[in-house]
């Protein structure tokens, strides 16, 4: 478990090597840039605003047509494709990339072009669907929509609301030497009507209509509404022809789709590089990076770019007054936690990395909630045949939760082996249903679910060891600072107070008979335990307000500090959620079992049993694993954590490859 020491570098290098350089950086990715020199009348900083702007701009189009492409012209992936990671190309890929990157572009942009395309021929195609259906009442009209009559005489073609009789319609217009009233459809809600009149009587006529509620209809044309419907009927067809000309298209710029992937990570990396070009202080014929790296990666940088470039490196300690980056490394047993680590904070300055130490007490505590041995393998089984299949290609972040999983099954499967839970008593069960004799496998050492006070009990010691190493491990970050006071007043008082109260309570028969403890501990020993906890109690008074010089206020506050002593009852309370936990699983277990027993009817009841047990445990799995992996974290982070650990460190961010399809090898 190892915090890594990082080094300070300072790199001046010739102007003419600054894209070389960088991409060589970038594709290393070792070193966090800082570029903290300010501009002067020496050193300037280049202003790259187009260039970002026209890489953002094609990262954006190339984001767009894949996402296109993908809902055009999907592809068939296998359904695991996904855990593989990106794709490892050589640098030379990336360097005769630039030849063609002019013409992927003109298909990136074709392709965003022809869903543009798309989407105003489907617009079209809608509006050409509400003119149909806005023809359909007029449909049996022989004369445009747009008729106003002749020199003669006057027509009104519209709609009046409700369904009226002819016969009404004539007593309305009775004043009308010579009218017409055709009725060209009806319903309920509307009539429509052709009217036709002489021209000295049209103003009447209209204000009759008007009075009754007369429009003209939305739907205006030359044609008879017919002829009308056949126009549209060719419309429509011209524009489906349009949709599959684009569509086909579509299908042979998707034959582009793996270049324009490799397009957009070529612009990424471009414009993660111009930003770091637009920071870097430069003159007219050098430039300088800034930055930190880990000091293990110092000699084999420097010797690379030695070899390469006209160059000149840099290495120093960083000061204390720094914002130094913390990177973290540790074996393949506890890598896997660096995340869980990460996700609550980094170290801070001076502290250590509890990784490994979480590690062993975050595999423990996973499998012991979850205590199933069949759940075990199947999450051994499934991890381990993921990181086997992609462990070499997979991103860094998933194939460490791969491994932490794997790691959490194999502890699941021994806990639940101590506890005799295979699928809960499932060999119980199809024993006693399908063999007629019930056959049991005993457990390594208790069942929680027939003996719980006892699994709480354990659920407890478990939590004062976790509670105890976290005071330990504040014990030794004290003696790495030198803090030998620190050692005594806040670290082996709290160890006299917490162990001689344990001591203590072991003597009082309350106690140990509401824990079923058979366990007697000499008087002496409870004496000697009330000794230790009052001297741990009166030096916690007397010394943990000791930066302050009023008696009265130490005083106050040494009282308040071993108030404390609730906090970690509290704590040492909630790692009950182990039994909680614990026996959730195997009841549930029993609940699914005894539904699939109750279905054992004969030779068939095999298939409804073998239903009920393979859903019932793949959804019980799914729960209490995710529950077990929540609470697993909460102690960490709340009560172990909260014994030594602040955090606050800044992670390492390094100058690297960003992309999102492909991996760039560095030779």
């Not at 009447?204 to 549209?232: H, T, W």
């Not at 000699?299 to 770019?305: K, M």
């Not at 008696?551 to 404390?564: I, Q, T, V």
Request: with cysteine; hydrophobic share 40%; glycine share 8%.
């Amino acid at each position: 478990m190892a915090v890594l020491q990082m080094q300070r570098i300072t790199i001046c290098a010739l102007k003419k090597d600054r894209k070389q350089l960088l991409e060589f950086l970038q594709r290393k990715g070792v070193v966090e840039i800082t570029n903290e020199i300010s501009e002067d009348d020496v050193f300037h900083k280049m202003d790259v605003s187009i260039a970002v702007s026209l890489l953002e701009k094609g990262k954006k189009n190339a984001e767009e047509a894949i996402r296109i492409l993908n809902e055009r012209v999907p592809e068939k992936t296998p359904m695991l494709a996904g855990l593989g990671g990106r794709s490892i190309v050589d640098k030379e890929v990336y360097d005769e990339f630039a030849e063609k990157r002019d013409k992927i572009s003109q298909v990136v942009n074709r392709i965003v072009q022809i869903e543009k395309q798309l989407a105003e021929s489907k617009s079209e195609l809608a509006r050409i669907g509400t003119q149909a259906e806005m023809l359909i009442p007029w449909s049996g009209l022989d004369i445009p929509l747009n008729f106003k009559g002749t020199k003669t005489t006057k027509a009104y073609i519209g709609t009046l609301p409700g369904e009226w009789v002819l016969d009404d319609l004539y007593q309305e217009m009775a004043f009308a030497e010579e009218i017409t009233i055709d009725r060209i459809s009806s319903n309920k809600m509307s009539t429509n009507l052709f009217v036709l009149c002489r021209n000295e009587d049209a103003e009447q006529v209209f204000e009759k209509l008007r009075n009754a509620g007369f429009s003209y209809p939305s739907i205006q044309g030359n044609k008879p509404p017919m002829e009308m419907e056949e126009d549209l009927k060719l419309q429509t067809k011209e524009v489906l022809q349009d949709i599959e000309a684009l569509t086909d298209e579509l299908g042979e710029l998707s034959k582009e789709k793996e270049e324009i992937r490799f397009y957009q990570d070529y612009c990424t990396l471009r414009l993660e590089k111009y930003e770091v070009l637009g920071s870097l202080p430069q003159s007219k014929n050098i430039f300088v990076i800034t930055g930190y790296l880990p000091e293990e990666d110092c000699a084999d940088l420097e010797q690379s770019l030695y070899k390469d470039y006209e160059i000149h490196i840099e290495f120093s300690a960083p000061s204390d007054e720094e914002d130094v980056p913390v990177k973290l490394k540790n074996n393949k047993f506890v890598e896997p936690l660096e995340g869980t680590i990460e996700s609550f904070s980094l170290p801070g300055k001076g502290e250590m990395d509890p990784t490994a130490v979480t590690a062993i007490f975050y595999y423990f505590l996973f499998g012991l909630m979850l205590s199933d041995a069949v759940y075990g393998l199947v999450m051994v089984i499934c991890c381990g045949s993921v990181l086997l299949k992609f462990g070499k290609t997979m991103e860094d972040g998933l194939n460490k939760a791969m491994k932490m999983f794997f790691y959490c099954g194999i502890s699941t499967t021994f806990w639940g082996v101590m506890f005799g839970s295979y699928l809960g008593d499932i060999v119980d069960t199809f024993s006693a249903s399908f063999l007629g004799k019930m056959v049991s496998i005993p457990p390594v050492w208790f069942f929680p679910v027939k003996e719980p006070m006892r699994m709480l009990v354990f659920s407890m010691l478990l939590g004062i060891i976790h509670l105890l190493t976290g005071l330990t491990m504040k014990l030794y970050q004290n003696y790495k600072a030198k803090d030998y006071i620190g050692i005594v007043y806040d670290v082996i008082f709290w160890y006299f107070l917490l162990i001689g109260s344990i001591l203590a309570l072991m003597g009082v028969p309350t106690f140990t008979n509401t824990l079923g403890l058979t366990i007697s501990l000499p008087g002496a020993v409870t004496s000697i335990g009330g000794i230790l906890a009052a001297v741990g109690a009166i030096g916690i008074v007397l010394t943990n307000g000791r930066e302050s010089k009023n008696p009265f206020k130490r005083f106050l506050k040494g009282l308040y500090a071993l108030y404390g002593i609730t906090g970690y009852l509290s704590d040492i309370l909630s790692y009950s959620r182990l039994l909680a936990l614990g026996l959730a699983t195997g009841v549930i277990c029993t609940v699914i079992n005894k539904m699939a027993s109750m279905t054992a009817i004969g030779p068939l009841g095999i298939i409804p049993f073998l239903i009920i047990v393979i859903f019932g445990h793949t959804l019980n799995i799914a729960i209490n694993a995710l529950g077990a992996y929540v609470h697993t974290t909460r102690l960490q982070y709340v009560e172990f954590f909260g014994k030594f650990y602040n955090g606050g460190g800044r992670s390492f961010r390094p100058f690297k490859v960003n992309t999102k399809y492909y991996k760039i090898k560095e030779n």
